[in-house]
């Protein structure tokens, strides 16, 4: 059996301003689904993973959908040669709204 090799998760500085808005009680489902998520494969499509079909000002290429009504929004790249995922946005979808940070996205 082949030993799938683990990605190491990267958090850009701007995600600590991107929780600083989302209460404290959701923190350990945000970082343990980040790790279950993508530690491996995490450019294979599922149902709450996909790739961005436009481009984002913060340069991310997937997104995962998760937590209560999928209101959490994490936004990431790869960098399969370096077996890294960069986690470059953190956010909060409210109705037809984002919010990452103190910023409101259209979407």
């Not at 929004?73 to 790869?78: G, I, L, S, W």
């Amino acid at each position: 059996m082949v030993a799938r090799k683990c990605f190491n998760i990267i958090y850009a500085p701007s995600t600590k301003n991107h929780l600083k808005v989302i209460d404290r009680k959701y923190f350990t489902l945000i970082r343990s689904t980040i790790k279950e998520q993508l530690q491996f494969e995490p450019n294979v499509e599922t149902k709450n993973r996909k790739p961005l079909k436009r481009p984002v000002d913060f340069g991310a290429d997937w997104e995962i959908r998760f937590g209560p009504k999928n209101m959490f929004r994490v936004f990431y790249e790869t960098k399969h040669d370096l077996y890294e995922v960069d986690i470059l946005a953190i956010g909060v979808k409210m109705g037809n709204k984002l919010y990452i940070g103190n910023k409101e996205l259209s979407i």
